[in-house]
């Protein structure tokens, strides 16, 4: 089978690596960031249109809504230069409004498009575990899901179009006051005099452990603010999920805080650096 994949960054590029066995189409803004691929054997397109041209399914994972709507919708999207019969898988954490706009006009030309937004951030990503969250035309999802398997461990279905989009809003929600809470109590036990990595390793396998504990205290400690998980690419996120729930007419104080203290962050550390530089900010503003 023929696979596109569309958008090689720091986790495209993984996901991307474990689609095995299958003849792999790759298309990136910047080829660089695609030559890992390519030296498997990977084939390089020149455009979007090219990947649409060449495979039955294709992967996108970009970076905010704008990019999506213009990789998907117009003349010069995947949907225009696609044909029927083919399926389209968006990665992006996007707008659920968007997906279901989408959808709808693939469905018009005979394409699925499922929106399948993951979590995992880089780790998740390099081992194949990540959790994928899932909405689109379910009958399309049953044909790929054994393709999906290949870069996740949990892959759930949630619903129509937006129904994954939404369901990686709630992830995010979550992240984002947890974020807050692991530095906070990572600057405490500092301030305290307390050994913070003992604190750490103790803490993290009683009822406060988590994802963000378990794999990013650590690199907070070291001073490793590479990224998983850039930044700004958070922000974007918590601001989708703020405008969902303004839709929803429902208040979520945690988020409210959450985004405007990483919006508070210089614009070097939201560009460059990973959604842990937050830890920073209790050091250098107490």
Partial sequence: MNIGFIGTGVMGRSMAGHLKGHSLFVYNRTKEKAESLLTEGAVWCDSPQEVAAACDIIFTMLGYPHDVEAMYLGETGLIHHGRAGQI???????????????????EDAG???????????????????????????????????????????????????????????????????????????????????????RVLETISKGAAGSWSLSNLAPRMLNGDYQP??????????????????????????????????????????????????IFEKYRGNN
């Fill in 111 to 197: 394409i699925a498009v499922i929106d399948a937004p993951v979590s995992g951030g880089d780790v998740g990503a390099k081992k194949g575990t990540l959790s994928v969250m899932v909405g689109g035309d379910e009958q399309a999802f049953l044909k790929v899901k054994n393709i999906i398997d290949m870069f996740s461990s949990s892959v759930q279905y949630f619903g129509p179009a937006g129904s994954g989009q939404h369901t990686k809003m709630a992830n995010q929600i979550a992240i984002a006051s947890g974020m807050i809470g692991v530095a906070e109590s990572l600057y405490y036990a500092e301030q305290a005099g307390l050994d913070i990595e």
């Fill in 88 to 106: 389209l898988i968006d990665c992006t954490t996007s707008s659920p409004e968007l997906a279901g706009k989408i959808a709808r006009e693939a």
């Fill in 228 to 277: 998983g998980f850039y930044t700004h690419h958070f922000l974007k996120d918590m601001k989708i999920a703020l405008d969902e729930a303004a839709k929803l007419n429902i208040q979520l104080p945690g988020l409210e805080l959450a985004y405007q203290l990483y919006d508070e962050l210089t614009q070097e550390q939201k560009q460059t650096t990973g959604t842990h530089i």
